[in-house]
């Protein structure tokens, strides 16, 4: 596997399921994100991870909670979610502490019924 | 919170055209580091172009350029000869003191066979 990885692809789920996302980076980078990505609305950030270490939450709900592990892997547990939470979820990484780019993986395409 | 707006939600350009992508943004930054991103249909999201703020110079890769106006808060990106496979939403990203990317709503290219 090379760059951004992310399962599973698509997920459907109903409100009162719990799930988890998983991303895996394979570039030695050091920060990781996840992102929402809503029909006609710009990218939203929800949380960076640098050095494992949680440094943003961009004022996410409770019913989804980011873990990273290592500085490899990350992953968004969801529970109880909403209809309106169905979106694609993209995980990125880069080198932390730098302005070089971000790498995104193919996203997780979720909904919620 | 830094805004980027694109102001074009759709743009179609003919096969082997010019297509010019407008970006503007608002900050009050000196130095910071500008990007365009490309989402095809596959939903991978790639780097296409970067600037920074402090280089006069606009960025160019291969049949992709900009035109950086720092004054105006102006990132645009040019197209040349487009190909069927320049056919993606593309987005304006800004990074943020912090290296956070804040990205506009997306513009959608059709290229016309």
């Known amino acids: 596997e090379t760059g951004v990885t992310q399962t599973p692809r698509h997920l459907v789920m109903g409100m009162t399921n719990k799930k988890s996302l998983k991303c895996e980076q394979h570039?030695?980078?050091?920060?990781m994100y996840w992102y929402k990505q809503s029909a006609k609305k710009p990218l939203e950030l929800m949380f960076v991870y640098n050095f494992k270490e949680q440094t943003e939450n961009n004022s996410v709900p409770s019913r989804f909670s980011p873990e990273c592990p290592n500085s490899s892997h990350l992953f968004l547990h969801l529970h109880t979610l909403q209809p309106e939470d169905s979106a694609l979820y993209l995980c990125?990484?880069?080198?932390?502490?730098?302005?070089?780019?971000?790498?995104f993986g193919p996203g997780t395409r979720l909904t919620v019924t | 919170a830094q805004t980027v707006t694109q102001s074009q939600p759709e743009m179609s350009v003919q096969e082997a055209e010019t297509v010019t992508l407008s970006c503007t943004y608002d900050?009050?930054?000196?130095?910071?580091?500008l990007f365009w991103y490309k989402q095809p249909p596959s939903r991978q999201m790639i780097l296409v172009i970067r600037q920074e703020a402090y280089k006069q110079q606009n960025a160019t890769e291969n049949r992709f350029s900009v035109n950086f106006q720092k004054a105006a808060k102006s990132f645009s990106l040019k197209i040349s000869d487009s190909q069927l496979g320049d056919a993606a939403m593309y987005f304006c990203?800004?990074?943020?003191?912090?290296?956070?990317?804040?990205f506009g709503a997306g513009t959608t290219v059709t290229v016309r066979a």
């Open positions: 570039l030695g980078h050091n920060a």
């Open positions: 900050t009050s930054e000196s130095d910071y580091y």
């Open positions: 990203a800004y990074l943020t003191n912090d290296y956070k990317l804040s």
């Open positions: 990125a990484s880069s080198q932390a502490g730098a302005a070089y780019e971000q790498y």
